[in-house]
Each structure stands twice: as C-alpha cells, then as structure tokens.
C-alpha cells in the first residue's frame, strides 16, 4: 500500500504557482520522497525527490517539514502543459530494488 | 536525457497467444523494472532485474517471463496471454548502488488481451 496521502484534485491559474501537498506520517528515517506526474497516456516522468533537506531543481521544487511527515512539490510557474497526475511516493530504497508504489495521486489542473 | 524506450505504444492480442513486450535503455543502467498498472490499483511490480542474467520477481509475477540478455535490454513474456493481462505495462531503468537513484519510465505498452 502507498504510504503517502494526497489531494485527489486541484486547480491552478497559468503562469501562477502550484503547491502540490502530501502526508507520509509514517515515514521512516532511510525513506526517500519522490515526485513524479504522468500526463494522460504516458509514462511516469521523474520530477524531484529528497530525504530531509530542501531540494530545487529545473521542474520543481520540494519543501519537507522539519519533522518529514509531510511535504509540498511546488511548481514555480505552472503551464497548461503541467496538467498531469502527480505521485507523492515514500520509497524503500532496499525493497525490491526500491520498487515504486504510486498510490492514487493528485490530479492538477492548470487553466488559462 | 535518459532514454527507455518501449517497443509498442498499443498491441491487441487473443487469448492464449504468447506475447513479447520489449524495453530499451540507452543509460547503461544496471536495474531494470517492469510494472504494470491498472485503474484503482496504482502502479504494481511484476519482475525487476539488477544485472544482465539476474531476474527477481516482483508482487505480480504469475503468467509472466523474463529475460535479461544484455544489460540494455529487459524483456517480459507472456506465455499464454489471458484477459486479465490487459493493461498498462511500463518499463523503468536506474542506476544501482547507493539509494536514491530515480527510476525513469518509458511511454508505456497498452495491451489489449480479446
């Protein structure tokens, strides 16, 4: 089962930024967080992941709480072409090769 | 850019055939994965490999095969295709070692099973 839980759906305006939020209260110390969207018909595309500090990098951004139970992938200035379901994902890294299990994710909309 | 590339977009096969699905890297990366995902059920591991020859089964394995010949290359089979194999299939590649190397995914197989 996932680990995380995730908004089914938000809005967002063109050109505004999108917070995308996710709880993973039962994270645990070695456990990564990783984003990633799939757009209708296609495969999962990497976004960002992180352990504890703040990460940045040409997509997004991702902010983890002090206390890593929960954290936001921010997208600076959404485009129409951001629309797409995200992934919030706590990985094991030593499971199965550190298998994905995406659970149900959030669906983002961006509107001109 | 890494590059998995999945052979077909869309394949429609009948019951009882034995279907190839194939999975290209171009990254050099030593594991492998294959998923497959379905409405409701998110994403589900069926093989993965970490090294050429080296095949571990995932959650889902039942009615599948695989090969690993080369590194670049991981190759479900099923052997006898049955409608509840309709799905998703989505191959994914990284590097192995230390933690925290992402998985990059390819477009997906959607494959239908009349």
């Known amino acids: 089962d996932a680990k995380t839980t995730q908004p089914p759906s938000m809005d967002c305006a063109e050109g505004r930024a999108a917070n995308l939020p996710c709880n993973h209260s039962t994270i645990s110390g070695n456990e990564y967080v990783y984003w990633y969207r799939q757009i209708h018909s296609q495969g999962p595309q990497y976004i960002i992941h992180?352990?504890?500090n703040n990460e940045t990098n040409e997509m997004a951004s991702l902010i983890i709480t002090e206390d890593r139970k929960s954290s936001t992938l921010i997208l600076p200035h959404a485009t129409l072409r951001d629309t797409a379901v995200y992934y919030c994902i706590v990985r094991d890294e030593y499971n199965q090769g550190g298998k994905l299990i995406f659970g149900q994710g959030t669906e983002l909309s961006v509107k001109p | 850019d890494v590059k998995v590339t999945q052979s077909s977009r869309y394949l429609v096969k009948r019951t009882g055939e034995k279907v190839f699905l194939e999975c290209v890297q171009d990254?050099?990366?030593?594991?492998m994965f294959w998923y497959r995902q379905d409405p409701g059920l998110g994403l589900r591991l069926i093989y993965f490999s970490y090294d050429v020859k080296m095949k571990e089964k995932g959650d889902i394995p039942e009615g599948y095969s695989v090969s690993r010949e080369k590194k670049e290359r991981f190759s479900p089979i099923l052997e006898s295709a049955s409608t509840n194999q309709t799905s998703m299939y989505l191959c994914?590649?990284?590097?192995?070692?230390?933690?925290?190397?992402?998985?990059?995914f390819g477009d997906g197989t959607r494959l239908s099973i009349l």
């Open positions: 994914a590649s990284s590097f192995v070692g230390s933690p925290n190397q992402p998985q990059h």
């Open positions: 990254m050099d990366h030593e594991n």
């Open positions: 992180g352990l504890k």
